[in-house]
């Protein structure tokens, strides 16, 4: 089951700067660092962000992160078309004992 | 290079078993933990399983608590998932995901911390089809 509550699609021309939300709670967010994963159609996640806000060698630096209490978010600034993908954000929780994935969000280039 | 290969998915009926292999290269198994995370078609990411380094205590999802059995062999640098009793909502693609954890300090003297946890390596993945 997801924990993690994030909007089904998000959407930007290109150049244009997108917000992507992740709201959990103190047993997940509010306890542990958040991770964010890129996915594209028939292949394994990617490791986007970890810890909050680090990334990981060859993400590009219009990607970034945050977090705050129970909530985080993912940016993608100066919106390119190969952006276009899926995007869950994912934590530990402490009270399931395992991760908890995001509902994911898929980021169209219009 | 660092690579985790999946195998052993394929059809099987309801109530049936099947065991998932996961060959890790590039890196000694040993020193980390590792997950089994799952994808239904069309589906988000869900994850399964979690492996200490070392053994010991295992983790599950609700969702295969007491149907899956996850166990490693490390002299052999392979990830196993024996799924047993298996439905039709187990068919999804499993792939296998190396954890990174640790302590990053961010003061010089380490008073301010935080833990981390993450998976920075994943296989491609094995499809598992539950019918009849």
């Known amino acids: 089951q997801s924990v993690l509550t994030q909007p089904p699609s998000a959407s930007g021309t290109p150049g244009q700067r997108v917000l992507i939300s992740c709201s959990g709670s103190?047993?997940?967010?509010?306890?542990?660092?958040v991770n964010w994963y890129q996915q594209f159609p028939g292949t394994a996640p990617k490791l986007l962000i970890y810890?909050?806000?680090q990334r990981p060698s060859g993400v590009p630096d219009r990607f970034s992160g945050s977090k705050s209490g129970t909530s985080a978010s993912l940016a993608i600034s100066g919106l390119q078309s190969e952006d276009e993908a899926d995007y869950y954000c994912v934590a530990w929780d402490d009270s399931l004992n395992g991760y908890v994935f995001g509902t994911g969000t898929k980021v169209t280039v219009l | 290079e660092v690579q985790l290969v999946e195998s052993g998915g394929d059809l099987v009926q309801p109530g049936g078993s099947l065991r998932l292999s996961c060959a890790a290269s590039?890196?000694?198994?040993?020193?980390?933990?590792m997950n089994w995370v799952r994808q239904a078609p069309g589906r988000g990411l869900e994850w399964v399983s979690y492996?200490?380094?070392?053994?010991?205590?295992?983790y599950y999802a609700d969702s295969v608590k007491g149907r899956f059995t996850v166990s490693r062999d490390n002299a052999k640098n392979s990830l196993y998932l024996q799924m047993d009793s298996l439905r039709a909502e187990d068919t999804a693609v499993y792939y296998c995901?190396?954890?990174?954890?640790?302590?990053?300090?961010?003061?010089?003297?380490?008073?301010?911390?935080?833990?981390?946890?993450?998976?920075?390596?994943w296989g491609k993945g094995t499809s598992v089809t539950v019918s009849s």
């Open positions: 492996i200490p380094s070392s053994s010991g205590s295992t």
């Open positions: 103190s047993s997940n967010l509010g306890s542990n660092t």
């Open positions: 590039g890196f000694t198994l040993s020193d980390f933990g």
């Open positions: 995901a190396r954890d990174d954890q640790g302590k990053h300090c961010i003061t010089l003297d380490c008073q301010t911390f935080y833990y981390y946890s993450h998976m920075d390596v």
């Open positions: 810890s909050n806000n």
